[in-house]
Nanobody
C-alpha cells in the first residue's frame, strides 16, 4: 500500500505562486508515474501534470497550465512537487496527487485519471482576482 499526503495549498492573489507537495509513504515513488489532478466545484476531476516513471525526466502537462506549472521529484524525500506560477482564478480547485501502478510506454495514457491507483486527500488552492 501507498499513502499520499498533499500540502502547500492556500489562498493567493492572481499572478502569485504556490508550491504543492505530495509526500509518499509505504513505497518509494521513484519507479512510479506520479500525477497531479484538480477538481473545481461542480466539475470533473481533470489532469494537470504527470512525471513519467521510466523516462528519466519526461513530463506531461495540461494545455491550460503548460508554461506556468512545473512538476518535479525529490527521490531522496519520496516527494513530488507542483510549482504553480502566474496563477489565475480559474486554477481554483482541490488539487490531488496520484500514483499509477501500471507501466505504459505510450505515456499519454497517464492523462487519464482512471490509470491511477493511489490518491491523496487533496489540498485546496484558491486564487482571488
Amino acid at each position: 500500500q501507498m499513502q499520499l499526503v498533499e500540502s502547500g495549498g492556500g489562498l493567493v492573489q492572481a499572478g502569485g505562486s504556490l508550491r504543492l507537495s505530495c509526500a509518499a509513504s509505504g513505497r518509494t515513488i521513484t519507479t512510479y508515474t506520479v500525477g497531479w489532478f484538480r477538481q473545481a466545484p461542480g466539475k470533473e476531476r481533470e489532469f494537470v501534470a504527470a512525471a513519467i516513471n521510466w523516462s528519466g525526466g519526461t513530463t506531461l502537462y495540461a494545455d491550460s497550465v503548460k508554461g506556468r506549472f512545473t512538476i518535479s521529484r525529490d527521490n531522496a524525500k519520496n516527494t513530488v512537487y507542483l510549482q504553480m506560477d502566474s496563477l489565475k482564478p480559474e486554477d481554483t480547485a482541490v488539487y490531488y496527487c496520484a500514483v499509477a501502478g501500471r507501466f505504459y510506454r505510450a505515456y499519454e495514457i497517464y492523462r487519464n485519471k482512471n490509470e491511477y491507483d493511489y490518491w491523496g486527500q487533496g489540498t485546496q488552492v484558491t486564487v482571488s482576482s
